[in-house]
């Protein structure tokens, strides 16, 4: 390589560099002026902007302190108010966060997905803390459980709901919700139910999805009846004691497996994971229908199973259009690994686990800030991937 080509390439490469800072610049300050008219003061809406560039920043961990530090406050004071005292509806911004996400991901035949993650806490004062299971803790753990909404297509995925679980032992005890700042009219509701509130927000707002995925804690009745009054597709995890009609009589799925002949197995990719291909076995049962769009739509169960041990198997619940394949339906399942993928990035890139807020308030101010700073990351990145898409393109075509 010549002297000339090596200083046009370094000089390319730092074009590029600027372009992608740049975009991510212009990517906050879009962010910000689409949020800008929830908050009613200058000072606030000012320190909403430098919060998230915070939570994008490289601090250590995203709590008051070293975000006040990375802000130049003399304090964590004006951290705490915006999260605790400022007056902002932080449920205008999350509807804000939606359109946000869906401008920039969204598409025809996107996949919504639900699930909950822990955040492992100590005391027994923050909204909703207890010992629960948590699956970030892979035990039952002093922790509190966040309920999650996540939308995803081929341009990328990004969260758009969330909603604190509040456990029986909290909703019984109102002395202990109001010193929580938790509202008198908030009751108990299941993960389940809270995932349907998120769903129906979503629905109501358009968001354009084809398909619902969610774990075995999802695939209850009460669920897959709302999606299918809905006419909404979905693909649902149930446990191996949920129990189907077959031929007349009811038994449990996980009798299935058994009974099925081997070539009823298809080996499928559920998606790319980090070794490639995840490759399954997997069958399938349609189950009868007599409803009066029978001839159009259909419900299925769906079972996998491991290559390496035929015994470790999984079966979900699914509903489509009756033409939909087996292969749609393994790929439409493979995408629900993308909410956990989320969580491992917003908890690792910007702190979604890392908060030190008590109140209910607080606790759903903290969140919609970090998943919005999460789907400013998401669009910046795809933002670079396009420009580099660009570059490499310009480069081979000038050869």
């Known amino acids: 390589m010549s002297t000339e080509e090596h200083t046009e390439r370094s000089s390319n490469a730092e ?19 689409r949020i800008g008219t929830r908050f009613g003061r200058a000072e606030v809406r000012n320190r909403v902007g430098r919060y998230l560039r915070g939570l994008l920043a490289s601090v250590e961990r995203k709590n008051g302190w070293q975000l006040a530090e990375e802000l ?9 108010r915006l999260l605790a005292e400022a007056d902002w509806d932080e449920e205008a911004v999350r509807d804000d966060l939606r359109g946000y996400v869906i401008d920039h991901l969204g598409e025809a035949g996107g996949i919504l997905a639900v699930d909950e993650t822990g955040f492992v806490k100590k005391g027994k004062k923050s909204a909703g803390v207890a010992r629960q299971y948590s699956g970030t803790a892979g035990r039952r753990e002093n922790s509190q459980v966040g ?3 996540l939308y995803s297509s081929a341009k990328g995925y990004a969260f758009i709901d969330r909603a604190l679980y509040l456990p029986e032992e909290w909703t019984a005890d109102r002395v202990r919700c109001r010193e929580a700042g938790i509202p008198d009219e908030v009751g108990f509701a299941t993960k389940g139910e809270l995932a349907q509130q998120m769903l129906a927000r979503a629905f109501a707002a358009g968001v354009p999805a084809d398909w619902v995925v969610g774990d075995t804690i999802y695939g209850y009745d009460d669920l897959r009846l709302f999606l299918e009054e809905q006419q909404k597709n979905y693909v649902l995890a149930v446990p191996e004691t949920h129990m189907i009609w077959v031929q007349g009589q009811q038994q449990p799925v996980g009798l299935l497996a058994a009974l099925l002949p081997q070539e009823a197995w298809v080996v499928l990719s559920a998606g790319e994971g980090s070794k490639g291909p995840r490759l399954y076995e997997w069958a399938w049962l349609q189950l009868p229908d007599q409803s009066e769009t029978a001839n159009q739509r259909a419900r299925w169960v769906l079972i996998q199973r491991s290559l390496s041990d035929p015994s470790e198997r999984a079966y979900y619940r699914a509903y489509g259009p009756a033409n939909t394949t087996l292969a749609e339906l393994v790929r439409v399942t493979g995408s629900r690994w993308r909410i956990e993928e989320g969580y491992e990035q917003a908890k690792g890139e910007v ?4 908060y030190e807020v008590r109140t209910w308030r607080a606790w759903y101010r903290y969140v919609t800030l970090a998943l919005l700073a999460y789907a400013a990351l998401v669009v910046m990145r795809g933002q670079a991937r396009t420009q580099e898409k660009k570059v490499v393109l310009s480069t081979s075509g000038s050869h």
Not at 72 to 80: E, I, K, L, R, Y
């Open 15 to 33: 074009q590029e560099e600027l372009s992608i800072i740049s975009q991510g610049a212009q990517a906050l300050t879009d962010l910000s002026a």
């Open 72 to 80: 130049g406050d003399p304090n964590a004071h004006g951290v705490q």
């Open 147 to 149: 309920v999650f909404l």
């Open 351 to 354: 702190g979604l686990d890392q």
